[in-house]
């Protein structure tokens, strides 16, 4: 059994680019030749500027980009699946292992559904609780686990704060139990009081639940502050800073329990 959760093997994404409708097809080189091993139970940060690919190798990671050449392997407990060769079942089986969390958790939230049923919504059409009782009981469970009460559950999304919103998206994601959240860029859309205040939240979840993180973000600091290691991508390629590609970062996880 591999100690890897992911293996990113020579991996590249391209994109063929057209200008206008009488211009050559071009290719874009978005993600050229990664190799990345990211060890379970960790918490990895994916670093880069816009337009470094960072969040185009983070949706091959989740089977949301196609892969062009190489493979991305995740190793399950029970199988590994390999994202350059897989069906729709597959996929579909996948993807309750990979959850992605949005920049824009308002964009990702249905303003129709209270709380309640957003988080509801996944429990029922995947058939994992049997009754009404049995659902309003897990969504009760899953949002004390994101800090959200019975009075937050009524409501609708317009009604909350930008980190409430996200502990919403993160809540209905953890209903699959999934392996693997990938964060893109969580946390940009937030002033610094509630950024910080997020990055400890994630911290704990992280612990508390035991899943597995991949943190995409431009600015470095904050995945040094969040990531066991960290990798830095530049145009589409890890940038080697001395020998080292991988960073061990300090983590403030240790530091706030309570």
Request: hydrophobic content about 35%; proline content about 3%; aromatic content about 6%.
């Amino acid at each position: 059994m591999s100690e890897n959760l992911i293996s990113v093997n020579n991996v590249s994404v391209n994109f063929d680019y057209q200008e206008n409708f009488i211009s050559k097809k071009q290719k874009i080189h978005a993600v050229n030749n990664i190799n990345i091993q990211i060890k379970k139970g960790s918490f990895f940060g994916l670093v880069g500027e816009s337009g470094s690919g960072k969040t185009t190798l983070g949706r091959a990671i989740l089977g949301a980009n196609k892969i062009s050449s190489g493979n991305v392997i995740f190793h399950d407990d029970e199988r590994d699946y390999d994202l350059t060769n897989m069906n729709k079942q597959d996929l579909k089986e996948y993807r309750k292992k990979a959850q992605l969390i949005f920049q824009d958790p308002y964009a990702a939230l249905s303003p129709r559904m209270t709380v309640r049923d957003i988080i509801a919504e996944p429990l029922e059409v995947m058939k994992i609780t049997k009754s009404r009782q049995e659902t309003d009981d897990r969504v009760r469970d899953i949002a004390s686990k994101c800090r959200l009460n019975l009075e937050h559950l009524r409501r609708f999304p317009h009604a909350f704060s930008g980190g409430q919103r996200q502990r919403v998206a993160i809540g209905r994601a953890i209903t699959r139990n999934p392996k693997l959240f990938l964060f893109d860029e969580p946390l940009s859309n937030l002033d610094a009081a509630l950024r910080s205040e997020m990055r400890v939240e994630i911290s704990k979840l992280h612990k508390k639940l035991n899943i597995n993180m991949i943190y995409v973000t431009h600015d470095q600091i904050e995945a040094m502050t969040l990531a066991d290691k960290i990798v830095i991508l530049n145009n589409g390629i890890v940038e080697q800073v001395g020998t080292c590609l991988l960073y061990t970062s300090p983590s403030p996880r240790d530091v706030e329990e309570s």
